[in-house]
């Protein structure tokens, strides 16, 4: 027995004293007119008294200790997946490694710990002979989940889990549900990461886009990425394949080891279709089912219908006009403003000019929605007024038209209902020439590297400068600079967008930001290099139309989520229209080696802020490959993509190990990291024996004495004896 007093010390110890004496010389008092003897008994009863309120203020009572609970067990998950098979854990391999930190921590357990394995899921004891790091998957999460859901057969509670591994996950499972299963059960998760930064052999190859436009009387090129990891330095053939297994075009590439490189094939002419890019399997080459990928190229056969309006006639607006007018696939009619009284246009099919007293200039919808693209030259202010401008927005907007800022800014001072529809807020002309640098991000959107030679070609820095580039005051959200114009000053360079991009809705509007294009149809040097004008000019503009949501001649848009996607997730196909009279009754069919197999319901979206109408659709594929995934109105073929769906990575993939996710999983439950060398330091700490009695005094409670009943009722009978007692004396 203990105390602990509900005043603060020493109130209770004086009490202790104070309170006797007090009660003693109150009952001595009170009695002095009784006899000697009389006076003593009632003066002790006080006194007894006195003394158990005391002793109460001291709070007598002792502290109890929570109870033991039944004994808990320790599991121990070994990886037995192939890539422990790696040997970078000092001259072993990471599973012997493993190994003996299980076994010295079962050693020091004895029935305290049980050893599991695992590999695709939760195994049997790991420390049984015969063992061998084969497994063909890894899934840590799901095997330690197993532990808790029962799969084990423990019969017994966890108190820890300790995973020996490489933290190399094949298998697809959120760490997240594991995290809380252990949070709940108040099981640490100790880790051992083993191993460390190990590639396998590997040539990867991939198309940079699976669907490539192709152009009617235009080469195709089709863009191919390739990664050199451990190979040494390697000749490659890339090949292109059609559908029956004959090589269309082929090229040779040198690459070294940890070296990236993208190789463009062309092609002079090639029909529409599924194709594959080759490379033979490499000499030691650990993973060769990356040396292949599949795209598919579509013919473009509606013509592009293209506006030009120029409100100041110069050389690049008329070599482009008659560049334009010799494309077969294009359709193009121009308008030429030389004053406010006079005008004269070029129509389709016709190389005649036509005076006239008046614009031409679109003015409603329906005039809009005959063209694909419209070019804007200089003085655009001569064509466009308030209900035009508008007109225009909606055309790029709704219907997802395309607009193309050809000479920079198209017009003179402000015009604010235009400049909503700009990529960029225009600053003041710059002096000087620029040359034409292209970006990683045009490469990406698809201009370079297939429309037009890569980024990094040397071409490009041999063309002649371009001048009359406008400082860019603000980029607009969302715009993406595709080109870069540099001009070398003193001691640095002055850099300035010069082809800048920015969907608008369901369109795009794009702007080059300089003059003096047509340099590169007359320069001596430039003609040497090839025909980069008329390369460039017909390249951007099929671009810029298809870069909008709707291809030229196409009424339904198809946008994918994702076109790389995990097996089992689903990807959501995004159908867009136009607008109309008729209301499209879309639906999505699905390719695989050009057979349909199966047709999926389009179900319409909820419109969004401007009204406009979509619908989508679900896919999700069962086995891993390449689909063509093609929008269908009312049985009519519309646009397509390209869904890749991967297959789930094997052992051999990658042989890195991943420290980083095993840390994750320790940190989140309150475990701890520890390397292979402190085996016996980490069994020590599993089974260290329960906290002594001052660690656990922090979870002890206190269980008063004083309200007991054998302890209040002789004091409350001693008060009561002694009040019935001064009653007959006639003391009261």
Known sequence: MTFSPAIPEPWPWIALVALPLLGLWLAWRSSHTLGTGTRILFASLRGTVFI???VLLLNPGEWKQPEQKEEKLHAVLLDRSASMAVRDVGDATRWSGGLGVAQTIAKEGGDKVKAFSFSDTLEGDALKTGLKPDGQASAI????????SGASGLGRKLASITIISDGRQTREDAAAELILRARAAQVPLHVVPLGGDWGGRDLILHATRRLVMALPGKPVSVSVSLENRGLGL???????????????????????SGSKKTVVIEVPKLAGGDYRVVCATQEGEDITRNNEDRLRV???TSRTRVFIAEGAPYWDSKFLAQLLREQGFMDVRAIYRLNDERYFRVDAGSSEPIVSGESTFPETAEDFAKLDLIVLGKGAEGFLDAKRIEALKSFVRDRGGALLLARGKSYSGKLPELEALEPVEWGVAMEGEFRFEPGSVGEAAGLFGQALPEAQDPLWRQLPPLRDVATIAKLKPFTQVMVMGVKPAVGREERVPLLAAKHFGRGVVVALNADGLWKWDFDPQA????????????????????????????????????TNAKLGRGVRASIGWRGGKDVPKPMVRVFRDGKAIKDIAASEAEGDAEGRRSWTALLQMETPGTYRIQAFNDGKPGPEA???????????????????????????????VWNATNAADLAKHLLAPPPDLAANFEKATWQA????????????????????SRRRLGLL
Not at 141 to 148: A, C, P, Q, R
Not at 706 to 724: C, D, R, T
């Open 298 to 300: 579509q013919e473009l």
């Open 52 to 54: 158990g309120l005391a």
């Open 141 to 148: 999460v799901h095997s330690g989940i197993g532990l808790f």
């Open 234 to 256: 390697i000749k490659p053939r890339v090949q292109l394949v059609d559908a029956a297994g004959k090589t269309q075009a082929e090229r040779d590439v040198e690459l070294d």
């Open 527 to 562: 003609r040497k290099l090839g025909n980069m004008y008329e390369e460039f000019w017909t390249q951007l503009l099929q671009w810029t139309a298809s870069y909008a949501e709707f291809l030229p001649g196409q009424e339904l848009s198809l946008r994918l989520s994702e």
């Open 705 to 724: 004495l004083w309200p007991q009943a054998w302890l209040l009722v002789p004091l409350v009978l001693l008060l009561a004896f002694e009040w019935w």
């Open 642 to 672: 390209v869904l890749n769906v991967l297959a789930p990575p094997t052992e051999q993939e990658s042989l890195a190990a991943d420290p980083a996710f095993l840390t994750e999983l320790a940190t989140a439950t309150g475990g701890r």
